[in-house]
Structure formats: structure tokens, C-alpha cells
């Protein structure tokens, strides 16, 4: 090949990259009403009475600000993935550090539950809940809290299965300490150690705690010793799905391909795993090291 041809597949092969890259930021706008989003905060910023742009989950409609999304727009339908094909329909669902609730409202809207109870520390966040409670009419099946990790629960709580987004980042860093994201950063694991010393009692005989974590920080052996002090069992631990298998999981079929793809790179990029821990009990399994994954 002269130096002729080479440019110009190399200059195909950027087009086409560049095409598709467009596409998928084209369909993630369309998905996520963002001109919409952009004028609702123009809106607000000018006093109008507060709007919140929103996300559809089957019928259900969820009110976010993308200043509380946390990373559960993006995890939400593989919580309902993993949730349906490793766990099955529960009665009632809890949904840990919520944020805008993404998660905890995928898997109701995906008749994974009947119930569903969120918390969170900001009442921004719980103010989006609220909002999203009252759009669909669901007074009757959700409750929103806002605690700073499990204080303010009340102890009738009582959950089949906790799911959660928590912050993913252990180590204290001076440079998180300057931006103080608590979105990202649980500074020496107060988020976590707090929840597992405490969620015992919210926990139903049986119930399961499915956990999302960044890879980038920690293996699933990080939380082991917290969660085994508080005689919880780490069961198993889950990967994300690979990319060649979008298309035969369900709850990707119904995006459009290039949101699906979207999604499915954001998480690969951010080397996401999952833990499913139970109580620490002779039902419990063993800790499955086929399961696991390790970074």
C-alpha cells in the first residue's frame, strides 16, 4: 500500500469511528431528553417553579438532576439484569446511597418487586424521589428517606433485598478531599462500615445485599473483613457482561443499539464488578471463587 492509500483508510477509518461516536452521543441525548434537561435548568435558574427532567424505565417515569447521578443512570438496567437471572422477585427493595432512586425504580418498574424503599444523605436527591413518587402515583408502594447511611431508618423496615451504588473509593486522597465528591469518594469506608454494621436488623431472614463497586479501587476482597465482623457472608461476585452479549440480554433489547453500546462502555471502562453477600448462616454458600473476578 503507497503512502496514498494508507491515509485515506486512515481517514475512513476516522470517519467512521467519528460517525459512530456522534451517533451514540446523538441517541444518549434523545435518550435522556438533555435539550430538554438544558432548558428545564435554564428555567430553574431564572426562579421559574422547579422542573425535573426524566428518564422512563417501562412505564414509570423517574425526575433526576444529573448533578446527583451517581453512575445508576448507566448501572440500572444491569442491576435489573442480574437481579432477574441470579436473584429473582422480592417482596421488598431497599436502595442504599439512592440517589435519584435509577436503580431501585428499574427494578419496580420491571415487576422485580413490590415494594420499594430509598434513602439518601442529600435532600436534593430525596426531593427528585418525592417528585417521582407523586408523577406515577406510587404513594402506596415507595418510601423515600433521607439519612445520612441507615441513622434515620426506622426499624419496622424490613427488606428482602438491599441493592446499592455506594461510593467507590476507600483511600483518602488530599485532592478528593478538595472536591469532597461524596458521590465518588467514602472517606476510610464510612459508608460501607457504617451500612453493614447496622443493616442487620432492616435485613429479612434470607435477604440478599447486591453491591456495585468500581474496580478501579478496590477487589472484592477489599470488603471482606467489614462484611464478615458484621457476620455477613460475601457469596459471590459478578462482572459485568461483555459487550459481545448485549444483544441476548433482555433488558437491553428494548434500547436503541448505540444506547445499549453506550451503556455497555461505560461500565467495561470503569471495570464495574458486582457483590452478593447474604447473612452469615449454615443456608449461606461458600464463597464461589469461579464466580469472582479480580482486577
Known amino acids: ?43 430553574n435558574k431564572l426562579g421559574r417553579p422547579h422542573q425535573y ?17 451517581g453512575g445508576g443512570l448507566i448501572l440500572a438496567y444491569e442491576f435489573a439484569h442480574l437481579v432477574s437471572t441470579k436473584i429473582g422477585r422480592v417482596g421488598h427493595v431497599f436502595e442504599y446511597c439512592a440517589g435519584p432512586g435509577f436503580i431501585g425504580f428499574n427494578l419496580l418498574a420491571n415487576n422485580l418487586c413490590d415494594r420499594l424503599t430509598l434513602s439518601d444523605v442529600n435532600p436534593r436527591a430525596v426531593e427528585t424521589i418525592k417528585e417521582t413518587i407523586k408523577r406515577n402515583h406510587l404513594e402506596d408502594r415507595v418510601t423515600v428517606y433521607q439519612s445520612d447511611c441507615l441513622d434515620s ?16 473509593d476507600l483511600i483518602e486522597r488530599p485532592w478528593k478531599n478538595f472536591f469532597n465528591d461524596i458521590r465518588v469518594y467514602d472517606k476510610k469506608g464510612r459508608v460501607h462500615r457504617d451500612f453493614f454494621e447496622k443493616v442487620g436488623k432492616f435485613l429479612k431472614p434470607g435477604g440478599t445485599i447486591l453491591f456495585v463497586e468500581g474496580g478501579e479501587y478496590t477487589t472484592a476482597d477489599s470488603f471482606k473483613p467489614m462484611i464478615e465482623a458484621n457476620h ?64
Open 153 to 168: 431508618i426506622p426499624e419496622h423496615e424490613q427488606w428482602d433485598l438491599v441493592v446499592g451504588n455506594p461510593p467507590w
Open 232 to 295: 455477613f457472608k460475601l457469596t459471590k461476585t459478578y462482572p459485568a457482561p461483555r459487550l459481545s452479549e448485549i444483544l441476548s440480554i433482555k433488558e437491553y433489547q428494548d434500547l436503541r443499539w448505540n444506547f445499549a453500546l453506550f451503556l455497555k462502555l461505560s461500565l467495561y471502562l470503569r471495570q464495574i464488578y458486582f457483590i452478593q453477600i447474604g447473612k452469615n448462616c449454615t443456608q449461606c454458600p461458600a464463597f464461589q471463587p469461579s464466580d469472582s473476578i479480580h482486577h
Open 53 to 69: 427532567p426524566v428518564v422512563k424505565y417501562g412505564n414509570l417515569e423517574v425526575s433526576h438532576t444529573f448533578n446527583l447521578n
Open 1 to 43: 500500500m503507497d503512502i496514498a492509500g494508507f491515509f485515506l483508510t486512515y481517514e475512513f477509518i476516522l470517519i467512521l469511528l467519528s460517525s459512530v461516536v456522534l451517533l451514540m452521543l446523538w441517541t444518549l441525548a434523545v435518550e435522556l431528553n438533555l435539550v430538554n434537561a438544558f432548558f428545564l435548568i435554564i428555567k
